[in-house]
Nanobody, 125 residues
Framework: QVQLVESGGGLVQAGGSLRLSCAAS????????MAWFRQAPGKEREFVAS????????YYADSVKGRFTISRDNAKNTVYLQMNSLKPEDTAVYYC??????????????????WGQGTQVTVSS
């Protein structure tokens, strides 16, 4: 069992930056691929970025490529999402997800085993 707790969300102006964190419980964090998803009001939850258990492989949605960076620190059981050049369309609740023995390439919601409660990101124009 893995519990995930996101933090770092908030209100930022367009063009600004935020860094989200996701702290995971459990001693086997480094065996999980991790990902970030987001859900805007009235829309389906969508994939944002993922990272392999080693951190050596990362994968991004086209909408955030070049602006967002996912990383992890297995010693701290934490995964991060650095978000730069934020746009109003990035406004959403951001969720952290964990996939047992994953490769870091999965984009589907059903492929992830554990989810956090989400953190709100609001980008004003």
């Amino acid at each position: 069992q893995v519990q995930l707790v996101e933090s770092g969300g908030g209100l930022v102006q367009a063009g600004g930056s935020l860094r989200l964190s996701c702290a995971a419980s459990g001693r086997t964090f480094n065996s999980y691929a991790m990902a970030w998803f987001r859900q805007a009001p009235g829309k389906e939850r969508e994939f944002v970025a993922s990272i392999s258990w080693t951190g050596g492989y990362t994968y991004y949605a086209d909408s955030v490529k070049g602006r967002f960076t996912i990383s992890r620190d297995n010693a701290k059981n934490t995964v991060y999402l650095q978000m730069n050049s934020l746009k109003p369309e990035d406004t959403a609740v951001y969720y952290c997800a964990a996939q047992r023995h994953g490769t870091g390439t999965s984009r589907g919601l059903s492929e992830y085993d554990y989810w956090g409660q989400g953190t709100q990101v609001t980008v004003s124009s």
